[in-house]
């Protein structure tokens, strides 16, 4: 009975302690409101474990299914299911809303039971995007999770707030209104909003290219790709800690999981023909956008940066066609999850402390936070995709896919090991090390036992999967293998 149901308590577990969250009333009740969302957080992450644990890692097609008549009228259905690609990016988001709640424990004081239902909410949202097979499903889920972050950046954000949330709804608005046109496109072809039946459907390379462009638009500013990626370091450095933690670990990622769930299998012969231009895009992405981390004065933008400098990683790795490749992109997505939200939730600890995220204003931070100073390094280092931590294993992956393809794409996508490690360890050092010159930075007190603990738990992850990545790439191997099987049985002659 759970098991038959584990989706659907996935994606309305956190939505309903959100809820709850809610019903707690104001500020005065603040510390009930936390104690249910961490509640409901831990409840939402230990209800998504056995995804993992009764996954059957032979099996690349979509398991836990679930489906139910939802309009009937238009043939929508509430249909759920998952495969080896959707399962590690739903434990990566429980994970990551638990981390997130605990994270604003001490520091969000206005608000507190709607900051935390607004993380909850958008929570669910989220899974239910990863778990959708229903085209009008998934479309709802991709819509609504817009709003808890429009609130959270809008709410609780920086000075400049309004003008990064509208940036960000505009951008990702826009561009999913495209893909509901694909959408009911393909909904008049086949009569259907199943995925499963778009992925059957025998389209003209012309209608592909077109469909896939719609996904394109949808996708690429999630991602978000050159040179749709303005709104993304407006948003960082507008939001809270947790806003930007779930903004870089989570939902960056439903770009890249659209393009492995909906352009790539609807639209194969599109996606072979237009590989040329999504690698390009990829690789300048790789390495302009790496550049333009060099000259950040500001510790939340350089992140940023970087987070668009290794998601160019991720679809590389989709677009060259190759397993080693494409396992690579979804360990780099996974990967990049922890190591982001470790740096951003490193930055908030500096920023709650000293109100600044500017490099100039630090220095010798070591000598005050020795244990914070510790895991800061660790994570900068698994950033510039350091052996032994998960940043290396989906970069070197990668790197040996493109060398099977071509040469010079290797070699581009490799100089992110230089650039990485050069606008990274230029942070640390002016952050880290040498003389402590601002008498602010003297009084500093390390991390508390919470800190440690949320710091902690990511360095298990970030090592972890770094010196043992067999259990993700186990899981992603069937769905990655039947994935390029389906691409490469092109339905027109000279692709």
């Known amino acids: 009975m759970f098991e038959s149901h584990i989706l659907s308590l996935s994606i309305w577990l956190p939505i309903v ?15 009930l409101a936390r104690w249910i969302a961490l509640a409901g957080s831990l409840a939402s992450f230990l209800v998504t474990l056995p995804l993992y644990t009764r996954f059957n890692f032979a099996d690349g097609g979509f398991q836990f299914q679930e489906g139910y008549n939802w309009i009937p ?18 434990l990566l988001t429980s994970f990551t809303t638990f981390i997130v709640v605990l994270a604003a424990w001490e520091i969000i004081q206005k608000r507190v039971a709607q900051y935390m239902a607004a993380l909850l909410i958008m929570s669910g949202l989220m899974i239910g995007v990863f778990c959708a097979l229903d085209a009008i499903l998934y479309y709802v889920f991709w819509e609504a999770m817009l709003i808890p972050m ?34 009911i496109y393909l ?7 199943e995925l499963v039946d778009y992925y059957q459907l025998p389209l003209s390379l012309n209608v592909q290219i077109l469909i896939f462009m719609a996904f394109f638009m949808a996708f690429a500013v999630k991602i978000p790709m050159w040179p749709v990626h303005t709104w993304l370091p407006d948003a960082h450095v507008e939001a809270p800690t947790g806003g930007s933690v779930v903004l870089a670990a989570i939902m960056l990622k439903l770009g890249a999981y659209g393009f492995l769930r909906f352009a790539m299998p609807i639209a194969p012969d599109a996606a072979n023909y237009l590989s040329g231009f999504m690698i390009t895009l990829s690789l300048i992405a790789i390495v302009y956008i790496a550049l333009v981390a060099l000259v950040q004065q500001d510790m939340k933008k350089l992140i940023a940066y970087s987070s668009i400098s290794h998601m160019g990683f991720v679809t590389l790795g989709l677009f060259i066609f190759n397993p080693l490749g494409m396992e690579g992109g979804i360990v ?52 510039t995709g350091l052996p032994g931590t998960s940043g290396f294993v989906g970069e070197f992956l990668v790197i040996l896919g493109s060398l099977q393809v071509n040469f010079w794409f290797a070699f581009l ?46 360095a298990l992850m970030v090592l972890g999967f770094g010196i043992y990545p067999q259990p993700l790439t186990e899981m992603t191997h069937a769905t990655v293998s039947q994935l390029l099987a389906h691409l490469a049985q092109s339905k027109l002659p000279g692709i």
């Open 17 to 31: 302690a959100g809820v709850l969250v809610l019903f707690t009333g104001g500020d005065q009740n603040a510390r």
């Open 73 to 90: 009228s238009f043939n929508i259905h509430y249909h759920l299911g998952v495969d080896g690609i959707a399962v590690p990016l739903i």
């Open 150 to 183: 429009f609130l959270v950046i809008g709410v609780w954000g920086g000075p400049n707030r309004v003008y990064a949330t509208i940036k960000f709804f505009l951008y990702t608005l826009l561009g999913s209104l495209l893909m509901l046109v694909a959408f």
């Open 187 to 193: 909904y008049h072809q086949s009569n259907s909003f």
């Open 332 to 383: 780099q997505m996974i990967s990049h999850g922890f190591i982001s939200a470790a740096l951003f939730l490193c930055v908030g600890v500096l920023y709650d402390r000293m109100h600044s995220r500017q490099i100039a204003d630090y220095g010798g931070v070591v000598n005050t936070m020795p244990a914070f100073a510790a895991f800061a390094v660790l994570f900068a280092l698994a950033n």
């Open 413 to 458: 996508a490799a100089t992110i090991m230089i650039f990485g490690a050069a606008y990274t360890l230029w942070m640390v050092k002016r952050v880290f090390f040498g003389a402590i010159a601002n008498s602010h930075v003297a009084e500093l007190k390390d991390i508390n036992k919470r800190e440690f603990f949320i710091l902690g738990l990511l």
